[in-house]
């Protein structure tokens, strides 16, 4: 007998008419299950009913004028071989390469990931920066949100409990980089992660930073320190400074505060050095 | 020429070869073992009834045994089930069995165990704060002491010019075989039998046997095909729950750890801490005090040799007028201590040379040049006395010091080459025996172990047997049999299987010579040969088939021979010993490898950038074979070395225990490494060998210590040498 | 609920009845098929061994629902004699030697062909390497799959 019913709608007013359907407590959403599965396995969830997407039209990938529509249920492994992203989006494409391997990103897939908001996600620093929205759907029809109000805490959002992921949408390119330290360079988990994007629009910076608990966060004041296109090192090092003073640099199994302090400031710096294209800054 | 270096390739990458993990069989049910939820405490109940209730369940605890063991059975010296203490978190406290694996997990889930809790000693250190003082070892939590002493100890540091001082503390580390611990049991008209995936299908017998106490002649194993073993799976574990559970259901049973079960109950190095005390005097070393703290965990198999044949590794391959060795064993409220790929001995050689590196530095003395001044040489003796040789580390560590001249001239800021030196000894004196048969057209090899992976039964004894008998390899074949068939064999570990095993084939030739010999009437020696795609007896200008010289009844046999090996060589100077056992070696393995990192200062990220590995091997059995287990356990050494670590919570939960958080070493972080071996330093093996499947471990994480200091100055003086540590050590936290 | 799933295994139709909703491609391919080349490690996308080949695509088998690749066409290393991609990284494999234990190695070698399905045998071998992140292996060091690797690169004869 099995432990939960599995559903696949095949449109997405049906997928819709499903989640109404049935009670929140009893059912989750799968996309790529790579997370979600691990979930169930331990226990952590034990839905009677899953909904998969995989039926639904959306594992797409848009340019319009220069910038990016992901479908949410396209495979992470798909935006990673196209190569304008790592043009306009080095950020994104570093990212997502920074995922599991390459068979996991075969499967996972970037709305999947933004929905499960796990505190370690290696993709939603770089949403943040590159103020990416998440584009809804419900019964009432679509909603937009940006990636900071969607993210409400640590495996929380603001989805309605009649909402899906239908698209991930990134305004204009932007010059960018994610870096991480980790235990092992590959298929693990960051300690500590900064994603950082200039805005040629706004003329601004925006850092996240990510890999700590509770949840991967923008900090405007220390974007705010970098100042222009091109910070000289005085703009780095109020910015570094502001960095570990920013967030609650919370000691876990995987790295001490005083550690994770260091990476900061580093990884800051690094970052927007790899975003000015390694130039010297400053 | 074999199509391939490896005999079983085909197989295996046909998805053919069948694992413990693959078997099942009809009216299989699965079983699951009902787990300790914490690590010390008293069992209050256990109460089945909730499993039994579920459909098609069988439910074992340890008031079923009466009625599933003969009534004759002793005191065995361990218990099935604990009834009383619980020893460490996951103990198995019951064992269930359902018609699926779902069910299984189920009923395990449904078993009510109440649990008193206690609070566990998780921190080897916590219970002797200030270190043992001498009435410690009387303590309960003592499960091992061990004490030797020679030389004026007292007079060497009284009038040194120079004490070194240090501490060093080692993790936990596991094996990570990839496929977890399986096996297929059922018992049927009294043979029990049990296929599973082992090191050892006779040690498994034994153990077993005596654990159930049913007779050895009624138990049956077979070993499969073996996902890794790396000394994980050299005891029972799984084997004798799913006998019992096949004995109560009267059905097969097939139980596999989960891979979660797997870090939680598996047997391997525990923590330690190890105290040095260095008296240098112009320029030498004058003596030496070591002192050993070594977590054994619930149990500490084979009491005094992990603590006795570890501590040699503390005082290593160098000349030390003066010792005295202290080591303890402590008792925690872990899984029992349990053996990983040689041993403690990469924690030990970790944290002796990079207590040497100090020492040396101390006193301003060139590393390779103070390694080089003492290293032992044929003829010293090791500080237990035992006189050494023939022993290659010498030309070994001549040739990596000459390697680390030419990389050190090729390296830019923030890289280091680092220079370490190990060694281990071929534990052929486990016995085993083979059978050979002779057949007209083939060469069988009879025998009890199955491949582990290490290529050391079939590709091993297959060259040792073409070697000993002349015949090409393609016309030998490694037959295995389960415990009722073939030869007694102690197993595949201590990287014996070779040494042993080979020197039996070589008895076992030897006996088939003579036989043929005198059915030829030979006077002088006789060899095999093959002619016409036949096998042929050689002697003076006579060829005559083996077809030819068979008797009747060895028409299916073929010529039957046995060979054996259970010599034990080497003794100390027991006047050396104070207190506990220390055993000899059976010869002298040495390794020097060389590292060159790049050290990331701001973040203490290394990058092993380059590694190379010399190794004495006494003479090349078979190249490949060889080159391929330097090669696995420089990368499971470099695990050791920077990324694994078992963590225990206070209470004593493993809060690591699966792939994402214990981190083995992929793909990308193990450069190729250079290996050259070493001929012409015999060992106690067949033609000279010596047994390799442990010895490239011991200096990996000592080189990798050595080469980060001399990238970055970081002296770290724990395992695993993390990021952080590597950060605090540079004093940037 | 389980109804049976239609789709194309190792290159043939294939119906298979009364796969439970809840029930993971590794297991039905184990234990409802028989086709345990594909290996179970550690069932938490960790290790790589259970990797086989969606549409030509390597997924991990534990961490896929049998039903969610109904319609598919998968692969495992009992088809890959009869795959060209397979069959060549088979052959590097074992010409080099490139296996120890073997218990890692039907990952390996469905990763691998999946790459070179992908990006082709003349891609730089660091995409090749690159694409083992998640494929673990205990016994080789990995040394002697990069040989293997190295060897499936060169073009045939």
């Known amino acids: 007998m099995a432990s939960f019913e599995l559903l696949t709608p095949a449109t997405v007013d049906a997928a819709i008419a499903t989640l109404r359907a049935i009670e929140p407590a009893r059912r989750v959403v799968l996309a790529g299950g790579t997370d979600l599965l691990l979930d169930i396995d331990d226990g952590r969830a034990a839905p009677s009913q899953v909904i998969s997407l995989r039926r639904l039209p959306w594992r797409t990938l848009d340019w319009v004028e220069g910038s990016l529509t992901v479908g949410s249920t396209l495979a992470l492994r798909s935006l990673e071989k196209e190569p304008e992203v790592a043009r306009r989006y080095p950020a994104l494409a570093q990212a997502v390469r920074a995922v599991g391997s390459v068979a996991l990103r075969h499967s996972a897939t970037l709305g999947g990931n933004l929905a499960r908001a796990a505190p370690a996600s290696d993709l939603i620093p770089v949403l943040l920066v590159l103020d990416a929205e998440v584009e809804l759907v419900g019964p009432t029809g679509s909603r937009s949100l940006s990636v900071d109000r969607f993210l409400v805490a640590s495996r929380r959002t603001a989805i309605a409990p009649d909402e899906l992921i239908r698209a991930i949408r990134f305004p204009e390119p932007r010059p960018s980089a994610y870096l991480w330290q980790r235990v092992r360079r590959v298929h693990d988990i960051s300690q500590l992660a900064i994603a950082v994007a200039w805005s040629p629009d706004r003329k601004t910076w925006r850092v996240a930073v990510g890999g700590i608990p509770p949840r991967s966060v923008l900090l405007p004041e220390v974007a705010a320190a970098l100042g222009g296109e091109r910070p000289g090192s005085s703009e780095l090092h109020t910015a570094r400074a502001r960095a570990s003073r920013a967030v609650a640099l919370v000691a876990d199994r995987r790295a001490s505060e005083e550690y994770r302090r260091q990476l900061v400031g580093v990884l800051l710096e690094r970052a927007v050095r790899s975003a000015l294209g390694g130039g010297a800054a400053g | 020429m074999r199509p391939s270096v490896r005999p079983d390739a085909a197989v295996k990458l046909a998805g053919k070869a069948a694992y413990g993990m693959d078997l099942d069989a009809p009216g299989m049910l699965w079983g699951a073992l009902v787990t300790a939820p914490v690590a010390r405490g008293r069992l209050r109940s256990l109460d089945l009834e909730p499993a039994h209730d579920l459909p098609g369940v069988v439910a074992i605890g340890p008031d079923d045994l009466p009625s599933l063991l003969p009534p004759s059975r002793g005191e065995p010296d361990r218990a099935i089930f604990p009834t009383e203490e619980i020893a460490y978190c996951r103990q198995p406290l019951a064992a269930v069995a359902a018609p699926t694996w779902a069910g299984a997990r189920r009923a395990a889930a449904a078993v009510r165990v109440v649990v008193d809790a206690e609070p566990a000693l998780v921190d080897l250190e916590s219970l002797f704060p200030e270190w043992p003082g001498p009435d410690a070892r009387r303590s309960p939590n003592v499960l091992a002491y061990v004490h030797a002493k020679h030389g004026d100890v007292e007079g060497a540091f009284r009038t040194a010019d120079r004490v070194v001082e240090e501490t060093y503390r080692t993790a936990g580390v596991h094996q990570v075989a990839l496929e977890p611990h399986a096996c297929l049991a059922s018992v049927e008209d009294g043979v029990w039998r049990v296929r599973t995936s082992t090191q050892s299908p006779f040690g498994v017998r034994e153990d077993v046997a005596s654990l159930l106490g049913i007779p050895e002649s009624s138990l049956v194993v077979e070993g499969t095909w073996v996902g890794g073993g790396f000394g994980g799976k050299g005891a029972s574990l799984v084997e004798p729950y799913a006998l019992l559970l096949a004995r109560a259901s009267g059905r097969p049973v097939r139980l596999a750890l989960s891979y979660r079960e797997e870090f939680e109950l598996g047997r391997t190095t525990l923590p330690a801490v190890i105290r040095f005390s260095t008296a240098v005097k112009e320029g030498r070393l004058a003596a030496r005090r070591v002192r050993l703290l070594l977590d054994g965990g619930s149990s500490l198999p084979g009491r005094d040799f992990a603590t006795g044949y570890a501590i040699n590794f503390l005082l290593g391959p160098y000349r030390t007028p003066a010792f005295e060795v202290e080591g303890y064993g402590i008792r925690t409220n872990k899984p029992p201590f349990g053996p990983h790929r040689a041993p403690f001995a990469p924690q030990c050689a970790f944290a002796l040379e990079s207590h040497l590196d100090e020492v040396a530095r101390a006193i301003e003395v060139d590393p390779w040049a103070f390694r080089a001044a003492h290293v032992w040489r044929d003829g010293d003796e090791t500080p237990l006395g035992q006189r050494v040789g023939p022993f290659g580390l010498r030309a070994a560590l001549d040739a990596a010091g000459e390697l680390a001249r030419r990389w050190r001239a090729e390296i830019g800021p923030g890289e280091g080459v680092g220079i370490a030196l190990g060694f281990w000894s071929t534990n052929t004196g486990a016995g085993g025996e083979v059978r050979l048969e002779l057949a007209p057209t083939e060469l069988r090899v009879v025998q009890g172990e199955r491949e582990i992976g290490s290529g050391s039964v079939l590709a091993g004894l297959a060259a040792v047997a073409a070697r000993a008998t002349g015949l090409p390899p393609e016309r030998i074949s490694i037959d295995y049999g389960d415990t009722s068939r073939a030869p007694f064999d102690s197993g595949v570990y201590g990287s014996r299987t070779v040494g042993a095993l080979g020197r039996a084939i070589v008895e076992a030739t030897a006996s088939v010579r003579r036989t043929l010999a005198e059915r030829l009437r030979a006077t002088e020696p006789v060899h095999l040969g093959v002619d016409g795609g036949e096998i042929v007896a050689i002697t003076g200008t006579v060829r005559r088939p083996i077809r030819e010289l068979l008797r009747p009844e060895e028409r299916e046999s073929g010529l039957v021979a046995t060979g054996q090996h259970y010599a034990r060589t080497g003794s100390i100077d027991e006047s050396r010993v104070v207190e506990g056992a220390f055993y000899p070696f059976t010869d002298f393995t040495g390794s020097a490898h060389v590292a060159q990192v790049a050290v990331d200062r701001d973040t203490g990220s290394v990058t092993v950038t380059r590694y190379a590995a010399f190794q004495d091997v006494g003479v090349v059995i078979d190249r490949e074979t060889a080159r391929a287990q330097v090669e696995g356990a420089i990368a499971m050494g470099l695990g050791t070395a920077l990324t694994e670590e078992a963590i225990w919570s206070e209470e004593g939960r493993l809060e690591n225990p699966g792939l994402l958080d214990y981190r083995i070493p992929t793909l990308g972080e193990v450069p190729v490494p250079e290996v050259t071996l070493i001929e012409g330093y015999p060992g106690a093996g067949p033609f000279g060998a010596k047994g390799l499947g442990e010895p490239p471990i011991i200096p990996v994480p000592a080189t990798i210590a050595v080469a980060v200091r001399e990238a970055t100055g970081a002296h770290v003086t724990e395992l695993p040498l993390s990021a952080e540590r590597i950060v605090r050590a540079l004093k940037l936290l | ?157």
Do not use: H
């Open chain 3, 1 to 157: 609920m389980s109804r049976p799933i239609e789709l194309r295994l190792n290159g043939r139709p294939a119906t298979i009845p009364d796969v439970p909703d809840d029930e993971r491609l590794l297991d039905t391919l184990r234990w409802r098929l028989d086709l345990k080349g594909t290996k179970e490690g550690c069932r938490t996308g960790g290790c790589g061994a259970c990797t086989v080949l969606v549409d030509g695509r390597s997924i991990l088998a534990c961490l896929a629902l049998t039903r969610e690749v109904e319609g598919t066409a998968v692969t495992t290393i009992e088809g890959s004699a009869s795959d060209p991609d397979l069959a060549r990284v088979r052959a590097a494999f074992e010409k080099v030697g490139a296996l120890q234990c073997g218990y890692c190695t039907p990952g390996f070698v469905m990763t691998l062909g999946g790459l070179l399905k992908e990006i082709g045998r003349s891609a730089p071998i660091d995409q090749f390497l690159r694409g083992l992140d998640g494929n673990l292996c205990r016994c080789t060091g990995y040394a002697s799959i990069v040989r293997a690797v190295a060897e499936m690169r060169e073009p045939g004869p």
